[in-house]
C-alpha cells in the first residue's frame, strides 16, 4: 500500500522544514491544507505530549492514515516550567514577542547562571493507519539571556542563550538551529521510528 503522512500544522516555515527532514522517507508529506482539512482543534492538554496527541489524533479521525502532529514551547526552571504548553498564549496570542521576551527577562531580575536554566521542547505523536500512537521527544537545553540578542528563528529565539555556542537561538543560521532544535531532534526521532514502521509494512 502506498502511504502518505499528513502533519497537523497550517505553519509553512514548519512544513519546510520537516519536509527537509522526513525526505528520506520516500512518503509524501502534506500539510492540513494539502489534505483538505480544515480544523479548528483545542489544545487543552496539560502537557506538550497531550497536546501533540490530541491534534493527531483530531485529524487522524477524519483523514486516517498516517498523522503527525507536534507541540513545543519554553520551559523556563525557575518559572516553575513557565510559559511551557502556554508559550504560544503566554501574556495573549497578540502580544508581540519583543514583550513577552523583555517580560521574562524581568522575572529573572537577580537570577544568576545556572538558575536561569530553560529549554525547548518539542514532543511529536505520530497516529498509524491501526490508530497505533508513536512519539518522540526533543529538547534544546539553554539559560534565559540577560539580553535578547539576534535577529534570526522567531518567538522566543532570542532570549535562549546556548552556552555550547555562545549564541542565542536567534544568532544560529537555519541549518545550524535546525541540527540541533528540539523540534529537529524529535523529527529524526520520530523519522527512525517511521522508517521502522514503513519497512515491516514493505515486507
Ligand atoms: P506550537 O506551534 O503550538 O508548538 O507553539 C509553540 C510556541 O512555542 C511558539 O509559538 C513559540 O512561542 C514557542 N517556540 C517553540 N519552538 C520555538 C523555537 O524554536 N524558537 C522560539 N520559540 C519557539
Known amino acids: 500500500m502506498e502511504h502518505r ?14 519536509r527537509e527532514i522526513l525526505k528520506e522517507l520516500e512518503v509524501p508529506v502534506l500539510s492540513m491544507k494539502e489534505a483538505g482539512v480544515s480544523l479548528d482543534i483545542e489544545e487543552d492538554g496539560k502537557t506538550f505530549r497531550e497536546n501533540a496527541e490530541i491534534k493527531a489524533r483530531a485529524v487522524w ?12 514551547g519554553l520551559e523556563v526552571d525557575f518559572l ?11 501574556m495573549g496570542e497578540d502580544t508581540s514577542y519583543e514583550i513577552k521576551n523583555r517580560e521574562i527577562i524581568r522575572r529573572l531580575e537577580g537570577v544568576n547562571g545556572p538558575e536561569r536554566s530553560a529549554r525547548f521542547v518539542c514532543v511529536i505523536a505520530a497516529v498509524l493507519p491501526d490508530g497505533r500512537i508513536l512519539e518522540a ?18 518567538g522566543y529565539d532570542p532570549i535562549l542563550y546556548l552556552p555550547e555556542y555562545g549564541k542565542t537561538g536567534a544568532q544560529l543560521s537555519m541549518e545550524e538551529k535546525n541540527e540541533i ?3 529537529g531532534k524529535a523529527l529524526r526521532a520520530i523519522k527512525g ?7 515491516r509494512e514493505r515486507v
Open 80 to 90: 516553575g516550567g513557565e510559559p511551557g504548553v502556554y508559550s504560544a498564549r503566554y
Open 181 to 183: 532544535s528540539h523540534r
Open 5 to 18: 503522512i499528513i502533519f497537523a500544522t497550517g505553519n509553512e516555515g514548519k512544513m519546510r522544514e520537516i
Open 193 to 199: 521510528e517511521l522508517a521502522g514502521w514503513l519497512e
Open 137 to 154: 521527544e526533543g529538547t534544546m537545553e539553554g539559560q534565559i539571556a540577560m539580553e535578547p540578542a539576534g535577529t534570526g528563528g522567531f
Open 61 to 72: 479521525e477524519k483523514t486516517g492514515g498516517i498523522v503527525l502532529a507536534d507541540d513545543s
